[in-house]
T-cell receptor, first 115, second 115 residues
Framework: DTEVTQTPKHLVMGMTNKKSLKCEQH?????MYWYKQKAKKPPELMFVYSYEKLSINESVPSRFSPECPNSSLLNLHLHALQPEDSALYLC??????????????FGDGTRLSIL | SQQGEEDPQALSIQEGENATMNCSYKTSINNLQWYRQNSGRGLVHLILIRSNEREKHSGRLRVTLDTSKKSSSLLITASRAADTASYFCATAGTHGSGNTGKLIFGQGTTLQVKP
């Protein structure tokens, strides 16, 4: 069992739908991340939140909208997605260390399919 | 952009044999991390080696780091069928937004351990 919980595990949506992915951690981590992973590829960073504030946006299209309501929760709101957005979406969290980049703890992801 | 290159891309060995995976990177790093990903699951952190360390051990894992060659290797000794997974190296740079480490992942090595 992972300590980062993502829901739903699977999501199928049409290009006109609006849906949200959710991520929760109770490890007291103050950094949270969204990654996109295509089959047989490494994860690609999308967003980083530090102390509930967006600190990194890797030029992600506006149809992806992240939200960090509190230190334990991270959402990714989806709207008007394209078929190429079908992928595994991974959430991760980490401590905020001084000088040393800390290991990240990943959830098992949401498998997203866009029809 | 992905800065890590891993080789081999795929590795197939018999149970009990050792597996070695290599990772090369391009820029200065704060640390280098190795992760494992089982099929359909999230990534699991295996080991972190800091830029001032040369070798680190954790159970059956041994990681080396050569900053002059910008390369690292992961050795899994006495492999088991349960070690079958994809393995990614990830580098944490010396720059970036405070301490929210942006990890850049290598392309990964797919390891198959045959019983």
């Amino acid at each position: 069992d992972t300590e980062v919980t993502q829901t739903p595990k699977h999501l199928v949506m049409g290009m006109t739908n609006k849906k949200s992915l959710k991520c929760e951690q109770h490890m007291g981590h103050r950094a949270m991340y969204w990654y996109k992973q295509k089959a047989k590829k490494p994860p690609e960073l999308m967003f980083v939140y530090s102390y509930e504030k967006l600190s990194i946006n890797e030029s992600v299209p506006s149809r992806f909208s992240p939200e960090c309501p509190n230190s334990s929760l991270l959402n990714l709101h989806l709207h008007a997605l394209q078929p190429e957005d079908s992928a595994l979406y991974l959430c991760a969290s980490s401590q905020l260390g001084q000088g040393v980049r800390q290991p990240q703890h990943f959830g098992d992801g949401t498998r997203l399919s866009i029809l | 952009s992905q800065q890590g290159e891993e080789d081999p891309q795929a590795l197939s060995i018999q149970e009990g044999e050792n597996a070695t995976m290599n990772c090369s990177y391009k820029t200065s790093i704060n640390n280098l991390q190795w992760y494992r990903q089982n099929s359909g699951r999230g990534l699991v952190h295996l080991i972190l080696i800091r830029s001032n360390e040369r070798e680190k051990h954790s159970g059956r894992l041994r990681v080396t780091l050569d900053t002059s060659k910008k390369s690292s290797s992961l050795l899994i000794t006495a492999s088991r069928a349960a070690d079958t997974a994809s393995y990614f190296c990830a580098t944490a740079g010396t720059h970036g937004s405070g301490n929210t480490g942006k990890l850049i992942f290598g392309q990964g090595t797919t390891l198959q351990v045959k019983p």
